[in-house]
Structure formats: structure tokens, C-alpha cells
């Protein structure tokens, strides 16, 4: 098992050392993501009373059209000079090369998460600060999610000619069950009357989590193997 | 037409395929008719009503038609026969056909009766979720070349797609009950009943002809590509 773990860990440092020594690609997604709050907020006008009842779904867009863009990358590194093919070479089981990936990807969306949550609150004036540790829960069961399901459809998408369009229109049909949840959840948190509700779409997401965590862990083999 | 097939080695279409096709025809063809001249015109909707023939069954073969893809794409995994693979993919492809087809009679239909062509019901979303999804597979497949890969990739979104089914339905049941009410089928009397019942035999036996018709074809793309590949590699191209 240690040797597994370290298969894991190994890949998912590997990822995260590349990308934090390719500064600029974090810093693209992040201000991608705060451009995207900010043209949201001018679509409705700015005005405050629209934004504070649209404000949790313009978050959770802003979140999945950024985080889209890290998944595809993830793979295309390997696609350069044949280094997937000598991954998989390697022995041990296939699947760490998921989990790890899922792992980097997940640390990558969530970093942007940390900058996109507080931009939101500023420019939407969101009361989060009293609320920080419920609606972290509700982006980590979100986050885990859309990791899960985009690290998987990337496997195909990144090596194919159409990926820019295809991840997107693979992956957000699927998402739909995950986003109302999340923007649900937030909504009600923010909101602070139903705190009922966002515990029950809490559990859809934690629900959704697992089923689709186990699916794409076992179809995974399935995807990769050439 | 003959030599035709027998140069790409695939039998010409079955004569079963054909009898089952005509037979559909007449079946539709009958299935409608008598929808239309038994059922009285609703009181409410009025000869409207009678796109529930066609809607409803069609709503129901498409959704049938991705359960085919759901488990020909796990027998897939289990065989790795790429006559599996051409089957989910036909029944992919007329899945979203069926889709298509109650989404837009759905619009048509809500028009004169909920005054707007889209609402945000369960229904009517979840089935549009489920029509984008399938819309994905098939834009996957036509973007893969390889055929191998291609039906590896596209039996882990078939069950993947299917998976989500329900919890699309579930969760967009649940938005929507928190925003609208669901949009109500009152209980129907027995004669529109079984007008829909008669139908929905018609589409299942559509359903199972365009499939087989689909999946031959494919069986001919796949050898007309293989003797190509075989000519190619051969360096003649007597065949073409």
C-alpha cells in the first residue's frame, strides 16, 4: 500500500511542481476567473439586490469556467515528448495516475477557489466571513466533484484535435446534479434562513461525490490503457 | 448492389430488418390513425392533446435507447467485441433522435398550453440534460479516429452518462419544486390511455428497426475502413 500511496503522491507532485514552476498559468486562470465576476456583475446591471440573489450561481460559474481550463493541461504535459506512454510503463496499478492527477487538480481549482470566493465578496458584497467554515465545506464537497469528473473526461479530451470544446460539453451536462447543489447550498448559507437546506443539498453533493468518484476510479483503467 | 457488399464482406441488410421496417411503417402509420380518430378532443387542450401520441413515445424510446447504450457499453467492457460498441453507438444516436424529437413536439405542444415554448419543469429540464449529454458521446466519437480507443471511450461515458440519470432527475426535481410547481398530469381516461399505449408499441418497434438499420450501416463503414486500411497497407488500390 505504501508503494501505491507513494505512486499517488509521486504523480500529484510531479503535477503541482510543474505548474508552480509555470508561474503564469495559475495566474491566468485566477484573474481568468476574477474577470469572469466582474462581467457577471456588469450583465446584471450591478445592482446590489440582483447580485446578492444571483451572487452564489455567478460564484459557481466562475469556479467551473476557470476551473475547466487546468484539466485538459493536466494531461497535455505528458502528451509532450511521449511522457505518458513511458507513465504508464511504469508498474503498479493505472489508477494512481488518476488519483494523483485528481489530486493536483483539486489543490490547483481549489487555490483558485481562495481567490475567487473573497473577489466575489468584495465586488458582491457577500457577508462571508461568519459563515467561512460551512461554505468551505460546501466548495470542498463541490470541488471534489467536479476534480473527480473533470480529471476523468480530460483523459479523453486532452488528446484529441476538439478539446477546447469537447471537456465543456462532456463535462458540464454531467456537473448539472453538482452545480445546483453547490449553488443551492451557498445560496442558503448566504442567505443564513435555511441552514436546513443547506445541509440537505450538502448531502446530494457528498452523494454525487462518491458515486462518481467510484465510477470514474473504476472505469479509468478502461480509458487510459492503450 | 450485390458485389457491392459481398467486396466489403458484410451481408446485405437482412430481409428481417426490411420486413420489420415496413411493418413498423404500417403499425405507426395505424397506432396514429386511430389515436387520432378514437381519442375526443380534450377539454381542456383540445385536439392538442394528440402530440402526447407522438411526444410521450417518443420521450420513452429515447430514454430506452440510452439504457441499450448503458448496458451494451458495460457488455463492451466485459467482451471488447466491436459489434457491442456499434450497437451502444446506434442506440446512442437514436436515443438522441427520440430525445430530440419530444423536446421540440414538447415546445410545440407547451406553446398554446402553458403560453410559453420552455419552462423550467423537472421533466422537460432533466430531459434536456439528459438529450446535451448524449449530444457530448456522440461529438466524442465523431472526434476520435481510432476505433478501438474510440469504443473504449465511449462505453465509459455511456455508463457514466447513464449513471447521472437519475440524479439529474432527482436534483432538478427538487430545484424546480423549490422555484415552480411541477406541471400537473391530471389522470387520464382510459381511451387516451390506451391510445398511448398503442404508440408507445409503435415507437419500441421504431425504435428496435432504426437501431438495427444503424448498426448495419455501421458494420458497413467498419469494413468499407478496414478494406481501406488493408488496401493501404497492401499499397493497391484495386478495391477503391
Not at chain 1, 480529471?151 to 477546447?164: D, G, H, I, K, N
Not at chain 1, 443551492?184 to 461525490?209: E, I, P, R, Y
Not at chain 2, 407522438?54 to 451494451?72: D, S
Not at chain 2, 457488455?75 to 471488447?80: A, D, G, Q
Request: net charge neutral; glycine share 8%; proline share 3%.
Amino acid at each position: 500500500m505504501t508503494g501505491e500511496a507513494g505512486r499517488i503522491f509521486a504523480i500529484a507532485w510531479k503535477d503541482l511542481t510543474a505548474e508552480r514552476r509555470a508561474k503564469s498559468n495559475f495566474a491566468s486562470v485566477a484573474f481568468f476567473a476574477g474577470l469572469i465576476l466582474l462581467m457577471f456583475g456588469m450583465a446584471v446591471d450591478a445592482d446590489n439586490d440582483t447580485l446578492a440573489v444571483v451572487a452564489p450561481g455567478l460564484l459557481w460559474m466562475a469556479v467551473l469556467f476557470s476551473g475547466v481550463l487546468c484539466f485538459n493541461r493536466s494531461y497535455e504535459r505528458e502528451l509532450e515528448a511521449g511522457a505518458l506512454d513511458a507513465l504508464l510503463l511504469y508498474p503498479g496499478d493505472r489508477r494512481s495516475i488518476f488519483v494523483g492527477k485528481l489530486i493536483a487538480n483539486f489543490a490547483f481549482v481549489a487555490l483558485v477557489e481562495v481567490v475567487v470566493v473573497p473577489v466575489a465578496a468584495v465586488l458582491y458584497r457577500l457577508p462571508v466571513a461568519h459563515i467561512a467554515l460551512p461554505l468551505a465545506g460546501v466548495f470542498l464537497l463541490g470541488t471534489i466533484g467536479f476534480v473527480a469528473l473533470g480529471t476523468f473526461y480530460a483523459a479523453m479530451s486532452s488528446r484529441l484535435r476538439a478539446r477546447e470544446v469537447l471537456l465543456p460539453l462532456l463535462l458540464f451536462p454531467m456537473l448539472i446534479p453538482l452545480m445546483l447543489a453547490a449553488v443551492n447550498a451557498t445560496g442558503a448559507l448566504l442567505s443564513d434562513s435555511l441552514m436546513g437546506d443547506a445541509g440537505q443539498w450538502s448531502k446530494v453533493l457528498a452523494v454525487f461525490d462518491v458515486i462518481f468518484l467510484a465510477a470514474a476510479y473504476v472505469v479509468f483503467e478502461y480509458v487510459i490503457e492503450e | 448492389m450485390k458485389d457491392l457488399y459481398s467486396a466489403a464482406g458484410v451481408a446485405p441488410r437482412s430481409a428481417y430488418i426490411s420486413l420489420l421496417g415496413w411493418f413498423t411503417l404500417l403499425f405507426l402509420i395505424g397506432a396514429q390513425v386511430v389515436g387520432y380518430m378514437n381519442s375526443p378532443a380534450d377539454s381542456g387542450m383540445g385536439h392538442l392533446q394528440k402530440i402526447m401520441y407522438v411526444h410521450v413515445p417518443a420521450a420513452w424510446a429515447g430514454f430506452l435507447a440510452f439504457f441499450i447504450t448503458f448496458v451494451m457499453s458495460i457488455v463492451y467492457f466485459v467482451r471488447k467485441r466491436a459489434s457491442d460498441d456499434m450497437i451502444a453507438a446506434a442506440a446512442a444516436e437514436v436515443g438522441v433522435l427520440m430525445t430530440g424529437l419530444a423536446l421540440a413536439l414538447g415546445s410545440i405542444w407547451g406553446r398554446p398550453t402553458w403560453g410559453v415554448y420552455w419552462t423550467w419543469d423537472a421533466r422537460l429540464t432533466s430531459t434536456a440534460i439528459m438529450f446535451l449529454m448524449y449530444i457530448g458521446y456522440l461529438a466524442l466519437r465523431g472526434f476520435t479516429d481510432e476505433e478501438e480507443r474510440r469504443a473504449r471511450w465511449s462505453a465509459a461515458i455511456g455508463i457514466l452518462a447513464f449513471l447521472n440519470v437519475p440524479i439529474v432527475w432527482w436534483s432538478v426535481k427538487w430545484w424546480s419544486g423549490l422555484h415552480q410547481p411541477q406541471s400537473t398530469r391530471e389522470s387520464m381516461s382510459a381511451v387516451y390511455w390506451n391510445n398511448l399505449w398503442l404508440n408507445a408499441a409503435a415507437f419500441l418497434l421504431l425504435l428496435v428497426f432504426f437501431i438495427a438499420s444503424r448498426y448495419h450501416v455501421a458494420q458497413l463503414e467498419r469494413s468499407v475502413e478496414l478494406r481501406l486500411e488493408a488496401d493501404a497497407l497492401a499499397g493497391s488500390n484495386q478495391h477503391v
